[in-house]
Nanobody, 125 residues
Framework: QVQLAESGGGSVQTGDSLRLSCAPSGGTSLWFHMGWFRQIAGQEREFISVINWRGDKKYYSESLKGRFTISRDHATKTTVYLQMASLKPEDTAVYYC?????????????????WGRGTQVTVSS
């Protein structure tokens, strides 16, 4: 059982940057591919990016590639980050991290085994 905890969300202005973190609070995420999703109010959960367990392969949603960067802690390989740049009001959402042990790469939330509770990001104009 892996428990994940996101942090780093908050309220920012258009054009700002923000870095989200995802760390395991129970068990280890070391052998898992780690993904980031977001859910805008009233919409389905949307895939952002996933990084493999080694941290040397990354896969992005085409629509978000370029502004969002995923990374993994080099030393421990357990904490995963999502660096977000040039934020827009339409990026306002709850951001979730998730762990997937089996499929690479996966942009489908049903393939992920464990989820965090999410962190709210609000971008105002």
């Amino acid at each position: 059982q892996v428990q994940l905890a996101e942090s780093g969300g908050g309220s920012v202005q258009t054009g700002d940057s923000l870095r989200l973190s995802c760390a395991p609070s129970g068990g280890t995420s070391l052998w898992f591919h780690m993904g980031w999703f977001r859910q805008i109010a009233g919409q389905e959960r949307e895939f952002i990016s996933v990084i493999n367990w080694r941290g040397d392969k990354k896969y992005y949603s085409e629509s978000l590639k370029g502004r969002f960067t995923i990374s993994r802690d080099h030393a421990t390989k357990t904490t995963v980050y999502l660096q977000m740049a040039s934020l827009k009001p339409e990026d306002t959402a709850v951001y979730y991290c998730a762990a997937d042990r089996k499929i690479w790469p996966s942009d489908r939330d049903v393939n992920y085994d464990y989820w965090g509770r999410g962190t709210q990001v609000t971008v105002s104009s």
